[in-house]
Each structure stands twice: as C-alpha cells, then as structure tokens.
C-alpha cells in the first residue's frame, strides 16, 4: 500500500483515511516470512539455551546469535554491498517483534543491530562503512553504544569523557568511563561519545583492541542474561579516520539512532505480551476452581480482554508510525548519495511518535505481565 506522507504530530490535527494508516495486516509476504524464521530460530536456538543465557554462562548468547547471523537476522537493515540483505524497516520491526519473548537474549541482539550498528549505517563514511558492516552482519564483530557516564544519563550533552588529538595527529587519545552499557562486556566494537578538547560532544568508533576495559557485570533485578557493565578508557588511542560524523556533532547521532531505538522497543513488547497472554489464556483454560476453569469467571475475562485491548492498541500505534516513516522514504535507495541523510530525516520527522509507541508499549507490557502473574495466583510468583 501507499502512505500518503504528513508531518510529524499531525495526527493531532488532521484526520487520515483509513486506507492510509499502516496495520499489521498490510504486512506482506517477505515480513511473514521474516516472522516465521525469527520463530523458528527461536524455538530451535534461543529456547533451549535461555536458561544459560539468563546466567550468562561464557560464550552461550554469542554462540545463539551466530546462529541468527547465519539466518540474516543481523543484516536486515544493512545494504548488499555490505554483506546486509536491505530490507525495509518493517521487516526489522517484525524481527524484534518476534524476538521479544525474553529481554535476556532480545538484549544481545537488539543492542547490536539496533544502536550498536545504526550510527555506522547512517553516519559512517564509506570506509567505515565498507570496514565496519560487513563484520558487524555475520558477527565477526559484536557492537554495542556508549553513551551514559555516571552523572550523564538523560543530559547526555554532560558526559565528561574527553578526547584529546595526540601530538602527531594521527589519534584522539580517550580518557573516561561509561556505565550500563549493554553488551558491554563482550562487545568488540563501541559507538563511544567524548568531547574533543572537553567541548565538542563527537561520536567515535572504537574497537576493544585499541584498549578498553569492562568492569564486572551488573547484578541487575532483571534481564539478567543481558551483559551490562561500566567501561574504562585510559589513554585509549583511537585513529583520526574513526571519528563517526563531524567533530562536534555528536548529538546528531546520539539523539536519531535512539529515535529508532525507542521505536524497535514497540514491536518488542508487543510481542512479550502476546507471549504472556497466550500462556495466560492456556493456564485459564486448565486451571480449575469450584468445579469450573477460572476462564469462564468473569474477573479473569475482564483481565484477558484489557490485556488483549492494551496489545491492539500498542501494534496498532507501532505499525501507524512505521507506515509514516516509511510513506516518507518511498522510492528509497542505499544507492542515492544522499540516502542516510533521507533515513535521518524521515526518523527525525517522527521524533515524537517514536517516543510515543516506546512509553505506551512498555508501560503496556508492564501491565500485561502483572495481569499474567494475577490470573496464575500462587503460581505467578515462582520461577
């Protein structure tokens, strides 16, 4: 279908037919197929090792996302030329919604094909780009994003990691820490933010071999399989050609590439909650009380269909923002000169709406998962 392209925020204003609102039933045969191998990827790969990957037992998650780079999983978004497959972005929203039964795994990997490889695709030169992506799709190189520093979280535009051009200009040399970084402590290539001379808020690429450490693992009350740690830079050398953008531009990468991210986390949580409403409606459907399945009670009816309400509603709002972003990149080609600047543009339009489908849908999940642990009494408090 067609997506006549508006403004962001318009929907507040303007009323759109409803041929032209995105749903999940304009999905087509090439994001059925994706959501059919991201099933069966999971049910084959994940499910049995998700146990050891909630552990984190060495080497386990690494090994079942190698699996998913066998399958293309990594390399939706990444063009041809770069060893990707090129597919749009609904069919990237397809995959995270399918991978979305378990934040310990989904970690690993939205991390790393979300805002791990994103400022490269968007941002990086062709020689970054021709070094960097073709590693990052078949795992050759797990990516993970550097941004938040103890006393710079949300005001990232505060971190203190400074980044200082050596003598002979050939290196900027690093000096700082970050905190919680997701895949932090296995990753092998970071999206890492500095000030040059303690001003000039610049992205870098920044592979582990130029000298990062991590500290230990965050004991976390939840996703526990995901790898979450500080990192350290002392005198880090990184290359001059690794400057990700322009010096000073920083904030241009760091603010699109969690756009999207914000965005990716809506087909996520969706599809934990269907997960957790379907299991809720199998143990409803089982489980008796007074000679009758709870099922057929009204109180855990009532609890079934807000949950099923609060689901529609988050697919419909993620799918709606895809079809706008998408309505804005028609006729889109990896092959234009200026195709990551079109990409920005369209995401950027959108700003709003992505953080919009990110709220709702954790928020959504959230309150899934508490009425799953109800409707399963006694039962939903043990592991």
């Known amino acids: 279908m067609t997506i006549t392209s508006t403004k962001g925020g318009a929907f507040l204003i303007e009323d759109r037919a409803p041929e032209e609102i995105f749903t999940a039933e304009d999905l087509g045969e090439q994001h059925i197929a994706i959501g059919r191998t991201t099933d069966e990827f999971w049910a084959q790969e994940v499910a049995p090792n998700l146990e050891a990957i909630r552990r984190q037992e060495p080497g386990v998650a690494r ?4 699996k998913a780079a066998d399958l293309g999983l990594l390399a939706i978004p990444i063009p041809e030329k770069f060893g990707g497959m090129e597919l749009d972005l609904a069919s990237a929203m397809v995959a995270a919604e399918h991978l979305g039964r378990d934040g310990s795994y989904a970690g690993w ?5 979300g805002i791990g490889t994103l400022p490269i695709l968007y941002f990086g030169n062709e020689q970054q780009k021709q070094r960097y992506l073709p590693k990052l799709a078949r795992l050759e190189m797990l990516a993970a994003y550097a941004l938040t520093e103890p006393q710079a979280g949300s005001d990232a535009l505060a971190c203190r990691t400074r980044a200082d051009l050596s003598s002979d200009g050939k290196h900027y040399i ?5 905190m919680w970084i997701t895949n932090g402590g296995a990753a092998d290539l970071f999206t890492v933010f500095a000030k040059v001379g303690g001003d000039k808020f610049t992205a870098f690429l920044v592979e582990r071999a130029f000298g990062v450490k991590s500290g230990a693992e965050e004991q976390k009350m939840g996703i526990k ?8 830079f002392d005198n880090v050398p990184v290359p001059v050609e690794n400057v990700l953008g322009e010096i000073g531009r920083g904030h241009i990468i760091a603010l ?6 914000r965005l990716k986390l809506g087909p996520a949580c969706v599809g934990g909650a269907k997960d957790v409403l379907a299991i809720s409606l199998k143990y409803a459907k089982e489980r008796k009380a007074f000679g009758s399945p ?7 009816q009532h609890k079934l269909a807000e949950m099923a309400i609060r689901i529609y509603a988050a697919e419909s709002m993620v799918w709606r923002v895809v079809g706008l972003i998408e309505g804005q990149l028609e006729g889109f080609s990896w092959d234009r000169p200026d195709a990551s600047q079109t990409m920005l543009r369209a995401v950027e339009e959108y700003a709003a709406e992505c953080s919009m489908v990110k709220v709702f849908s954790s928020e959504m999940l959230n309150y899934v998962v508490d009425e799953g642990v109800q409707i399963h009494g006694g ?5």
């Open 109 to 113: 990997e939205g991390a790393h094909t």
């Open 379 to 383: 039962y939903g408090f043990i592991k």
């Open 63 to 66: 090994k079942v996302m190698q």
């Open 225 to 232: 399989g995901s790898s979450t740690t500080a990192l350290y």
């Open 256 to 261: 699109n590439v969690l756009n999207i991210g």
């Open 174 to 178: 690093l000096n700082g820490q970050k």
């Open 294 to 300: 709870i099922a057929e009670f009204g109180a855990i």
